[in-house]
Every structure is written in structure tokens, then in C-alpha cells.
């Protein structure tokens, strides 16, 4: 897998950094449709967590899946149910549309995989309103600022780490994740405590961000669990997304917290920010926090 992120690397030094429909996020988030409002895919081992796809990934084959479907071409608001977890392979995405309006339009979609019988296994649900982005007022009235980040080169990313990172996997060689040293004391068994997460994040190739992969995004960094001093997986319950507009070229700036653990749950507040200092993507998400 190391020799295949160097070769990858050295590909992207040769060639220059992707671009938006010809990366290797785009391949692999590609559907094709079989008939109206069913879709194949193919989950790439490549976005994997330990064992399970990441959230985040399969939020944006659904997301791109729904966009073909509906009349509109930008993800608005994006609401997703995981039902259980995927595991690469084969997969279908059934679509519906619910109501079309002049400016937007809603829809819902199921990704399902088969069992070891041949039955059908959902892995999510999801009901979106899409819309376009590039029609919305240029008007903005907002108190959020973009997060207090240090420059890049005095960041840390997994090849920086003293120790392996808990659950690295093969996603981390695709996303280039440059985290905030204030909220990585857990990588050296020194959690603060603060359930905070911080850092500039952007794919590894170099493709720039559009509405489709702020998709992905809100759900790449570590999580914030591993702060409050949890280790292992932490799956995703629910995860609501919503894009603000459309990223300007560059790195994103990503913040996300938990305030409150209760009862084995935790919640997590992602923010989103672009190279113009515009809040482009929010979300919440439920989540199961790991086991002490």
C-alpha cells in the first residue's frame, strides 16, 4: 500500500494535481445507471476504515448518484441514516424523487449490497434537497469566523505521527489532512480532554473541492473521541450535511467538535472553510463512541 501512495504521488509530481471529474475520487464514486432510479457501484476498498467504507465517501456516491436522478445539479441539504456498515465490493443505489420545485428538488436514496444468501442488505438511507449553487444571493449576515489554524508546515499529518494512528487505514493515503498541534495530544497518548478536531484538509492528488466532495469532508478527520481520550472505532448514526456555496480553489480548513458524551453517544459539529474564508459546508452528525 506504501509503494502505491509513492507511485501515486510521484504520478501527481508528473502529470500536476487532478482535476474535478477526472480524480481518483471521482472515479470512485461513479454510478451507472441500470434503469431509471437504480444505479451500480462499486465501493472502493481504497476509502476504508479498519474494515468498514467511510461514511463520508459513501455520503458522496449517494450525493452523486441523487444529482444525476434530480433536475438540479448541487446538494443543499443531505440527511443520511447508516443502517449497517458497508464493507468494499458491489453496491446498488435505488432513487426516488419526492417533489420538484422551480428552485429545488428533493429526493431519497438507498445504497444496499448483497449478503452472503444473495439478499439485499441496506447500508443507508438518505433524503436530500438539491438546488444550484450558483444561483443563490451573494448576500451573507453571519457572527462564525474561520477557525484559528496554524500555517500548514506547522501542522501534522499521519506520516508525522510518533506512534500509529488508531484505526489508519487506506483512506488516509488519499486525503492530504495536515491537523492543528493543539488537538492531536491523542497521537502521543496525551488527549486534551476538549473533544475538538482542527486542520487543513484536501485530496491527495490535488483535485480541488466542489459540492460533491465537501461531501466527503465534513467526515475525513480523525474523530473527535480520540480527544476526549477513546480509542477505536466511532460509527457514524446519522450525519446531516449542508453545503453553502460553492468552495474556491485551495486547501479547506475544517473544525469540528463534541460537546456532550452521554449514555455511549456523541454528537459532532463539523464547519468547513475555503481558501476565501466562506463557511462552505456545515454538519452535525450522531455518532457511538468507542468503548473505554
Known sequence: MAQAAEQSAEQSAQTGPATIGDSEFDRDTAVTLREEGVYDAELSAGWTIIHAVNGGYLLAMLGRALGQALPHPDPFSVSAHY????????????????????????????????????????????????????GLSEEVRTSAKPPAIPPMEHCFGPSDNPAPIPGSSAITERLDIKLDPATVGWAIGA??????????????????????????????????????????????????????????????????????????????????????????????????????
Not at 83 to 93: D, E, H
Open 83 to 134: 443502517l449497517t456498515a458497508s464493507v468494499p465490493g458491489p453496491a446498488v443505489i435505488r432513487t426516488q424523487t419526492v417533489r420538484t420545485g422551480r428552485t429545488l428538488s428533493t429526493g431519497q436514496a438507498s445504497l444496499l449490497q448483497f449478503a452472503e444468501d444473495g439478499t439485499e442488505v441496506e447500508r443507508i438511507r438518505v433524503i436530500a434537497t438539491y438546488g444550484d449553487l450558483d
Open 191 to 292: 488527549p486534551s480532554g476538549k473533544g475538538e478536531m482542527r486542520g487543513w484538509f484536501g485530496l491527495a492528488d490535488g483535485r480541488d473541492a466542489d459540492p460533491l466532495s465537501l461531501l466527503l469532508t465534513v467526515d475525513a478527520l480523525p474523530p473527535t473521541s480520540f480527544e476526549l481520550g477513546l480509542k477505536g472505532w466511532t460509527p457514524t448514526i446519522e450525519l446531516t450535511t449542508h453545503i453553502r456555496c460553492r468552495p474556491a480553489p485551495g486547501p479547506l480548513r475544517v473544525s469540528i467538535t463534541t460537546r456532550n458524551l452521554a449514555g455511549g453517544f456523541l454528537e459532532e459539529d463539523a464547519d468547513v472553510w475555503d481558501s476565501a474564508d466562506r463557511l462552505v459546508a456545515q454538519s452535525r452528525q450522531l455518532a457511538r463512541a468507542p468503548r473505554s
